[in-house]
């Protein structure tokens, strides 16, 4: 495919030293080189479009459309606004996802949230994340959700964060409210042991 070629014509990107990334990240040398081994395999150029990101993290939701979701999550990752991820932008990401402390994890899904990337969340990003996380797990839920489904746990989410009710939800008020959620909490913890 012309994807294909064009990603393989790219100058192939050398990830800076490990002993770098060791350093900024909670990643042993080794797990850097398993991890590294990995993102060569699927990106040989050294560094990942949007297109082969979406179709990557699609095959992990075979029921849903994760289009949306890997759309925002690219541009997560993607933390110099360029167009693409390096090795050093995912294993970061990965490191504060994985290993990070609990606010290193709220500070990176607020940056998530918040798309126009203005310092806040507002209803209609969270109801944007909310439905492309719905959408990716596919018409297979249990219960069965009804179309207004995200729009309804979004204003549940929002009367909650949105502490002083002006309509945005800055970062101090999604940590407070994120620490005060024991689910939240919980979830934070779930991939802790992954690596």
């Excluded at 944007?128 to 979004?154: C, E, F, N, S, W």
């Excluded at 989410?157 to 919980?186: A, H, Y």
Aim: charge should be negative; hydrophobic fraction near 35%; glycine fraction near 4%.
């Amino acid at each position: 495919k012309i994807e294909d070629e064009l990603e393989m014509t790219m100058v192939c990107h050398r990830p800076e030293g490990l002993e770098q990334l060791e350093a900024q990240t909670n990643f042993s040398k080794r797990e850097l080189q398993v991890l590294y081994r990995g993102f060569k395999n699927e990106c040989p150029s050294g560094v990942v479009n949007e297109e082969t990101f979406k179709q990557i993290y699609s095959q992990f939701f075979p029921h849903g459309d994760a289009s949306m979701y890997a759309h925002y999550l690219f541009n997560a990752f993607d933390t110099t606004q360029t167009g693409s991820v390096k090795f050093e932008d995912f294993v970061t990401a990965l490191s504060i996802l994985l290993r990070g402390t609990v606010h290193e994890k709220l500070r990176w899904t607020f940056n998530l949230y918040d798309i126009n990337k203005d310092g806040y969340i507002n209803k209609e990003e969270m109801i944007d994340i909310v439905k492309a996380i719905y959408d990716m797990m596919g018409k297979y839920t249990y219960p069965v959700l009804k179309d207004d489904t995200p729009r309804q746990h979004v204003d549940v989410f929002f009367q909650k964060m949105d502490k002083n009710k002006d309509g945005v939800v800055t970062l101090d008020e999604f940590l407070e409210s994120c620490q005060e959620d024991d689910n939240i909490m919980r979830s934070l913890q779930l991939f802790e042991n992954v690596m």
